[in-house]
């Protein structure tokens, strides 16, 4: 799976690659993972499935290079994997979304001993990587972490607690920051690799969610957790930097699960409306619905140039990278947001049961303006950029 995504030239359309990539995701998800969607919802239970199928076709982390075992797959086609799970099922779609943030750090600023540890491992379905960053007492503010790494001789030996992990216990590594030097603030963090095997890791309980319920989200504890020296990914200090070049990758693939959720309860809401019949026609006939759908559809292909277009400067590493990751991220999940309530309003008092997708849907699109930042860090984000003068170059 080594397309290219015209990096060095506009992209107007996808490529037939990335279009071959699109129809042979939608294939393993229609077959092996939607059908079993609102079982994982309604269960709230880990979609093994989902999970035995995208590992079967080589989904479960297609990010990771070729020269480790992996698919290769570029930036946009990783987004368009993505997309494609969360059109039908977004908790789903966290194995390969999780799976890139987890590991991006080691691809990023990893020793070469590091990568050939675990992308292999990772790319043969020998474990999955979560990513531990946000803390009790700091979401927004991550800065504000408390979790420490104190050195010893050839070791660190890492104290303290992380929340909101996405597969939490589920994964077998973890991306780990933590306070090396509590004077210096963001250039006091480092980055750690951590095993679930590791003694004195351990999880919380899973968070009763909205949404996503099939993701399991846990608090992870380090209880004097001993590991190699060599586990740190980049240099002291510099695990700050690499948190947030990574959340500039991988804010994309937020975009990508709000699209894919989006495009979902549209595909949906169109095929009700064509069917359900009042006052002897079909809705879809009304003039008030179809003004409903041609602002959903308008929305939702907005969203998907966007998010490409920010999938593209990903993966040529662009300088106005981190304005368009917030854009895609904070425009496709409002835009998910809106699209799945909609949907629920097309199909009126049944599209606010569970006997209809379209309510999961609405549920599993709110995280999307919450996690890897909320659309309000977002703006922030996407403000400063403006005022800084980085923005695309035309």
């Known amino acids: 799976m080594t397309p290219q995504s015209g990096s060095d030239q506009p992209m107007f359309a996808l490529s ?3 279009q071959a990539i699109r129809e042979a995701v939608r294939a393993v998800c229609d077959a092996k993972v939607a059908p079993f969607a609102a079982a994982v919802d309604e269960e709230a239970r880990y979609p ?20 480790y075992g992996g698919a290769g797959a570029d930036a946009l086609a990783t987004v368009i994997v993505i997309e494609e799970v969360a059109r039908a099922c977004v908790s789903s779609s966290l194995i390969p979304a999780v799976n890139k943030l987890g590991s991006l750090p080691v691809m990023i600023a990893g020793s070469d001993d590091l990568k050939q540890r675990y992308l292999p491992r990772l790319a043969a379905g020998e474990g999955g990587f979560s990513y531990c960053l946000s803390e009790p007492d700091a979401g927004s503010d991550a800065a504000a972490m408390k979790t420490r790494a104190v050195r010893d001789g050839d070791s660190w030996v890492l104290d303290g607690v992380k929340r909101w992990i996405t597969n939490a216990g589920v994964s077998d590594f973890y991306t780990v920051m933590a306070v090396t030097d509590p004077d210096a603030r963001t250039r006091g963090i480092s980055a750690f690799v951590v095993e679930k095997s590791d003694e004195g890791v351990s999880f919380g309980a899973p968070e009763k969610k909205l949404g996503i319920k099939g993701s399991p989200t846990r608090e992870v504890y380090f209880d004097q957790v001993r590991i190699p020296a060599d586990r740190m990914i980049g240099a002291e200090g510099t695990g700050f930097e690499t948190a947030m070049q990574t959340l500039d990758h991988t804010r994309i693939t937020i975009a990508a699960q709000a699209l894919g959720v989006a495009q979902g309860a549209l595909d949906f809401a169109l095929g009700y409306a064509k069917e359900r019949q009042q006052f002897g026609r079909p809705i879809a006939d009304f003039q008030g619905l179809q003004f409903m759908l041609a602002d959903m559809g308008m929305k939702v292909e907005a969203a998907r140039q966007l998010t490409y277009a920010a999938a593209g400067r990903s993966e040529r590493g662009d300088r106005d990278l981190t304005f368009f990751g917030a854009a895609a991220k904070c425009f496709a999940s409002d835009v998910a947001m809106e699209v799945t309530t909609d949907a629920v309003q097309v199909l009126g008092g049944y599209g606010y049961t569970r006997d209809y997708p379209v309510e999961r849907m609405m549920r599993d699109a709110k ?19 403006l005022l800084a003068g980085i923005q695309s170059e035309l």
């Open 16 to 18: 037939e690659e990335h």
């Open 48 to 67: 093994t499935e989902a999970a035995e199928a995208l590992l079967a076709s080589d989904f479960h982390a297609p990010h990771v290079p070729e020269e």
């Open 367 to 385: 995280i999307t303006q919450i996690y890897e930042g909320t659309n309000q860090v977002q703006r922030i984000v996407m403000a400063r950029q």
